[in-house]
């Protein structure tokens, strides 16, 4: 997997998520708001460099836990799933198929990647899908974003899970999302 983050930007959204989760913790919200000095991120929509939240996520998955990167990851599920739904990528109800296909869209228009990595769907089918992150996201959190994701379709029991792993020496993350 290619990891540079040169020139690659991120929309200011997914950074308000990080500090609005834990706005409550008043100790790791300054350190994760100090982070983001000189950059502006008052604007939902304003891009900041995909560096500068990597290490924000890298940084609560080291120093709080995998189990708040899967917390914020649900966080980023239910922006990234409100920003199809709004901007008409998927329908009021849409089918597993179409909220994967529409996080693929939406990933490469909230993020500006110049090599245009991001998601793919490697495969589907009626009860999963196979999901390939492209991108440097922070690999703990895609649980929780792809399980929210998923479960706002209605599915019934939905269950995510590595089939590759660049833990694992992979060259890709790949995401088995199955339902019953």
Known sequence: MDNSTDNVK???A????VLDLFKENQ??????????????ISVPTNLVPMELYNRMCDWIESQIGQ???KKLGRKIGN?????MYNYKMISANPTPEEAMKALAKVASSMIQDPKGRGWE???SSKKHIVMRRTQ???STLQFGLLDEIIRKTGVISPKVEYIKSVANGDEFD???ISWL
Do not use: H, P, R, W
């Not at 100790?27 to 502006?40: F, P, Q, R, S, W």
């Not at 922006?79 to 920003?83: E, G, I, P, R």
């Open 136 to 138: 440097t996201f922070n």
């Open 174 to 176: 790949d995401y088995k």
């Open 121 to 123: 769907i490697v495969e």
């Open 67 to 69: 189990v708040n990167t």
């Open 14 to 17: 997914f950074i308000q998520d």
């Open 27 to 40: 100790n790791d919200y300054e350190i994760l708001k100090k982070m983001t000095d000189g950059y502006n």
């Open 79 to 83: 922006t990234a799933y409100n920003a």
């Open 10 to 12: 991120i929309s200011a």
